[in-house]
Every structure is written in C-alpha cells, then in structure tokens.
C-alpha cells in the first residue's frame, strides 16, 4: 500500500535539476519539489541545452512523478508600485517558461501580499497579473498552482474565498490549480489538527474550490497556534497539528493520488525528510481499518 502513496520533499537543486532527482531519489522520494533558480533573487541563469539533457537523463532513472517548482519569493502579483509588479509579472513568465522547458508538471506560487491596499484590490491585481502572463505564455503546459497562506501581514490567499476569487478572474482557468498547505490552513484558522476540524475544513474546501482543483499539499506541521496567521514551520507530528492532523490527511481518499511535498527544515543529509516521510507512511491504515466519510 505504502508504494502507491505520493510523497517527497522539496529538495536542492544545487549542481542541476538532475542533482534533484537523485537527492530525492536518495531519501525515498516518489515526487519532489524544487526551485528552477534563486528563490531570492530576480535574476536567473540561463538554461542551457546541456541542462535540459541532464535533466531528462536523470528522469528516465528516475520513479519520480510530478516534479514541481515553486516558485521566487520575491514575486508579488499584486505589488503596489509598478517597477515591483512588473518585475514580478516578467519573473513569473520567466519561472513559467524554465519550468515548461524541463516539462515540470506545476509551478506553485504564492498569489501576493497587497501591501494595505486591501484584499479585493489585491484580488483584482493578482487575476490581472496572472491574465497578462498567460497570455505571453501561450503555449506553457506547466500549472500554475495558487499555494493557500497562513495570512501573515497582508498576504492574500488565505481564505479558501479569495482563491476562488482569484480563478474567477482569470481566463484560462484549466491552467490554474491549487496548492493546499497544512501549517498555512492551521495558521489561517482552519482546525485540521482534529478529526472534526478536519472534515468542516475539507468540506469548506469542496464547497468553495472543489477537489478537482487541487493538484498537491504541502505537508507541514506548525510552531505556531491555530489562527496565528504566523508562517512557521515544524517537523510532522512535533507541533501544533500533531500526528491526529496528518493520520487524517493520510487516510482522506481524495488525498490518496495527490502528491504531498514536505517543506520543513533539514540538515545536509535529509535525515529529517526521511524521518517525517516514514512518519506518513505509518500513519495510513490498513485496508481492513474502520472508515468515515471520505475517508
């Protein structure tokens, strides 16, 4: 059972995005996470020929699907000042297209921060900067994927509504799909970290956006406390949402297909990933092992 679960981290591309594949190959990885450059600086090095060959060598050794990026954090699709949005509109593109060059399957991105100009008008910004870079990405198969935030200072996205309002904006919606991140729900106030809390949230989340949009989590746990609205995150099992949390995402059969990218910190040898994956894997049940719901 546990061969068929979808589950990685988001490992270092250092050296090459083939280094990827085998870092995460390495630790047990059937689906990883990675950035295509600096995830804190507007440039870029260019992709070269040799890159792209790598990269498709490593895959063909490889058994991991989907390989995802994420997207620079210096990206805001809703900035105030016109030199930032339009820096982030040019680096969105730029991301789309690396990603679409290695044939990753999704690009995950942080929708904005409206810097006090107020959610709507963020919303608005976000659905305009994302028109505009599809439309010079025409022919991009690459998802962008809109990640849910905890809500820290004046991010947008984390209310399963101001998704929905976003990609409501947006015209070529079955390009756009939705990243769910566990410590951010918890942060945003969603209470997964209980059976209860779990299936009010999950059916918020089919209420308004739908499971058919959803196309990965990211598994964190939280440092901090339920509705914090504070981004920290922790190893599975060791902060707030604890082991009851994660067993529910583990044994959710709408979860089952999706991939679950682990984000916490980690030492040079990924001790911590191997240890929060088998975690994971502990926690599905057994086929014989009483079920509820959706579960």
């Not at 250092?14 to 995460?24: I, Q, S």
């Amino acid at each position: 059972m546990h061969t068929n679960l979808h589950i990685g981290a988001h490992v270092s591309a250092a050296g090459g995005l083939h280094r990827a594949l085998e870092r995460g190959m390495r630790i047990g990885c059937n689906t990883i996470q990675v950035f295509t450059k600096n995830s804190n600086r507007w440039a870029a090095r260019p992709i070269l020929n040799e890159d792209i060959e790598n990269y498709k060598t490593a895959q063909g050794n490889a058994t991991i699907a989907p390989v995802v990026a994420h997207a620079a954090y210096l990206i805001n699709l809703c900035a105030v000042t016109s030199p930032v949005l339009r820096r982030s509109c040019a680096a969105f593109a730029d991301e789309l297209r690396r990603c679409e060059a290695f044939g990753l399957h999704g690009l995950v991105l942080h929708p904005g921060a409206h810097m006090g100009k107020g959610v709507n008008e963020g919303i608005r910004r976000i659905t305009e900067s994302i028109n505009a870079v599809h439309e010079k990405t025409p022919h991009v198969k690459t998802l962008t994927i809109l990640e849910t935030t905890a809500g820290q200072g004046t991010s947008v996205g984390y209310r399963f509504e101001q998704l929905r309002a976003i990609i409501e904006g947006i015209e070529e919606k079955d390009r756009v799909a939705v990243c769910i991140d566990t410590c951010h729900l918890f942060a945003a106030g969603y209470p997964i970290h209980s059976e209860a809390g779990w299936y009010s949230s999950m059916q918020e989340f089919a209420d308004i956006l739908g499971f058919s949009r959803l196309a990965l989590v990211h598994v964190n746990d939280s440092r901090r406390e339920l509705g914090s609205r504070i981004d920290r995150h922790e190893q599975i099992g060791k902060g707030r949402i604890g082991t009851q949390g994660f067993r529910m995402l583990m044994n959710d059969s709408r979860f089952a297909a999706l991939p679950k990218i682990l984000e916490t910190e980690k030492s040079e040898d990924m001790h911590e990933d191997i240890e929060n994956m088998a975690v994971l894997r502990s926690l599905v049940r057994t086929a014989e092992a009483p079920q509820r719901g959706e579960i």
